[in-house]
């Protein structure tokens, strides 16, 4: 199973925490500031694994990117990254195996957690 996570979230500092977060579990990681930008890096790179997605990005928003990367990539594990309610999150994707979904803000062992489930150590 491919190992490395695509961060995409237009905020810097949340991409820096996230990749600091990865890096100390001794995960590779790759980051995106659009969804334009994300949809370029899963075409381009087989070694994406997961992808953490925020919701409300500029030029392309998560659901848009969510989209896109479904037409080529339909098992690809997504983290959806969002404020919003997870039941309306929910209710706006339908159901699909590979899509999981943490609200903002997290906590560090909450972020662990879900990446560790999804990308379990060999």
């Known amino acids: 199973m491919a190992k490395k996570i ?31 930008d994300a949809i370029r890096l899963v075409q381009s790179d087989p070694d994406i694994g997961l992808v953490i997605l925020d919701m ?5 928003d998560g659901k848009q990117c969510y989209q896109q990367i479904r037409t080529t990539h339909s098992s690809l594990r997504i983290i959806l990254s969002s404020g919003r309610d997870q039941s309306d ?25 879900i990446i560790n489930r999804l990308l379990p150590a060999d």
């Open 56 to 60: 409300n990005m500029p030029l392309m």
């Open 89 to 113: 999150t929910e209710r706006q994707f339908g159901p699909d195996p590979h899509l999981f979904f943490i609200q903002k803000p997290y906590s560090l062992q909450a972020i662990t957690d």
């Open 6 to 36: 695509l961060i995409v979230d237009d905020e810097e500092m949340i991409r820096e925490l996230l990749a600091d977060i990865i890096d100390s579990m001794d995960l590779q990681q790759v980051s995106a500031d659009n969804g334009q």
